[in-house]
């Protein structure tokens, strides 16, 4: 099998698609779209390194690293990937892995650092042993927690998998908004629809917590703007607002990708806290991906009790880093 540098995010971007469909991370933040639109926003002072492996059938395995230094890393950041990894063809790690480190010593780099894993990827499986077996240290510990729920078939099913306690709060939080206000939500897709609209996310985003606003960068900014516009045109992007009395007064920014919908951020008006506006909003892009057939709700990153309250089950995400004794 041969080893080819990656220099581009279209030289192979068919058969990057072909190999993500079928790798055990298939993930929203492996695309090669998103890593395009983070590079051109983050990637002005660092180096591509990264590179593909071929088998005879096509493209086997993709590591998309950056050289900072002389340490190796993902594409991307954990302040806007909230999933990362290498793509590998089931049967072909132990040649990948092996690849990667020879990769590693190629470069003349000391470390490796890889973060938000998934608890159930293939790296954490192989790559320590190999490490290990060319002489470098690993470690590896829990960097963060993702959440999100298998949907059922109904609405009301989904209620019944709901502890007593948040089944009666949603229900109710539901009729004191029903009853006090005129409201309604609504979400688009279309890419110039979704691009007029970005600054109001933003906005709702920034007065929803301080931490939120101080995120907000313009460099993040920017970020949010291209990659929306390049998801909607890949149509994998929805856009959620909740308005009373015709002001928007919370949002959501999701994703429908691999059966999944994918809950990347929201913001609501402090000043509509009492309607619970942003909970609910949540749960009405949850009720549309239930009705939609979608099979899977993911909450993504962070450990915010919202979660929990809309049936979220955590698991662990980590970090590792490969580095020479």
């Known amino acids: 099998m041969s080893t080819t540098p990656l220099t581009s995010f279209r030289e192979i971007q068919t058969e990057w698609e072909n190999l993500l469909s079928v790798s055990p991370v298939n993930s929203l933040f492996l695309t ?23 088998s005879p059938d096509g493209v086997a395995g993709i590591a998309s690293l950056v050289r900072e230094g002389d340490t190796l890393s993902f594409v991307g950041n954990q302040d806007t990937f909230d999933y990362n990894d290498f793509m590998v063809s089931p049967g072909f790690e132990d040649i990948f892995f092996h690849s990667l480190l020879h990769c590693l010593e190629d470069q003349r780099c000391n470390a490796l650092e890889l973060f938000s894993l998934v608890e159930s990827s293939p790296t954490l499986t192989y790559l320590p042993d190999a490490a290990r077996k060319h002489g470098y240290q690993v470690e590896v510990e829990q960097e963060d927690v993702t959440s999100g729920i298998g949907l059922p078939e109904t609405w009301d099913e989904y209620l019944s998998v709901l502890s007593k306690k948040d089944r009666h709060e949603l229900r109710r939080k539901f009729r004191r908004l029903e009853s006090s206000t005129e409201w309604r939500w609504y979400g688009i897709s279309e890419p110039d629809e979704v691009a007029a609209r970005v600054d109001d996310f933003i906005s709702l985003m920034r007065q929803s917590r301080q931490d939120k606003d101080e995120y907000m960068t313009p460099k993040r900014e920017q970020f949010f703007h291209h990659m929306a516009r390049r998801m909607a045109e890949e149509g994998l992007l929805r856009l959620f607002f909740m308005e009373i009395d015709n002001q928007p007064v919370a949002t959501s920014l999701c994703f429908d990708y691999a059966s999944s919908r994918l809950l990347y951020n929201s913001g609501y008006n402090p000043e509509y806290g009492y309607y619970s506006v942003g909970l609910l909003l949540n749960a009405l892009c949850l009720k549309e991906a239930i009705e939609q057939k979608i099979g899977y709700f993911d909450f993504l990153r962070g450990s915010e009790s919202y979660k929990k309250d809309l049936g979220g089950q955590q698991r662990n995400l980590y970090q590792m880093v490969v580095k020479r004794n």
């Not at 090669?32 to 071929?54: I, K, L, N, S």
């Open 32 to 54: 090669p779209q998103w890593q395009e639109v983070w590079w051109e926003t983050f990637g002005d002072d660092r180096g591509m390194a990264g590179f593909y492996v071929r």
